[in-house]
């Protein structure tokens, strides 16, 4: 059964960090290419930043550019998205998504991702 399970989320002040983790479980998903996307209260879900299988590829939204950054750890499992200089804006649950094995190339787009998780809430406080 696959698996991504979001960590890290909470409440911070504008200006601090926070550090989210996603956990995969279920298969290697070493190969594919993952995401962050985000849902504010009352707003579609929106791209945040992505990252290639290797890690050698990112991208990210303009609103986060400069401030976030995504990385992964494939011995692990794992996928990172270090926020910094947060916002009232970046109030958000932040979800996970992976593209599918053996689709490795970043994507903006949420049609591309295959498997999501439940979800982190970060709420940030002005």
């Known amino acids: 059964q696959v698996q991504l399970v979001e960590s890290g989320g909470g409440l911070v002040q504008t200006g601090g960090s926070l550090r989210l983790s996603c956990a995969a479980s279920?298969?290697?998903?070493?190969?594919?290419?993952m995401a962050w996307f985000r849902q504010a209260p009352g707003k579609d879900r929106e791209f945040v930043a992505t990252i290639s299988w290797s890690g050698i590829s990112t991208d990210y939204a303009d609103s986060v550019k400069g401030r976030f950054t995504i990385s992964r750890d494939n011995a692990k499992s794992t996928v990172f998205l270090q926020m910094n200089s947060l916002k009232p804006e970046d109030t958000a649950v932040y979800y996970c998504?992976?593209?599918?094995?053996?689709?490795?190339?970043?994507?903006?787009?949420?049609?591309?991702?295959?498997?999501w998780g439940q979800g982190t809430q970060v709420t940030v406080s002005s």
């Open positions: 998504a992976a593209r599918g094995r053996f689709f490795q190339s970043t994507s903006k787009s949420e049609s591309e991702y295959t498997y």
């Open positions: 279920g298969r290697t998903f070493s190969s594919d290419a």
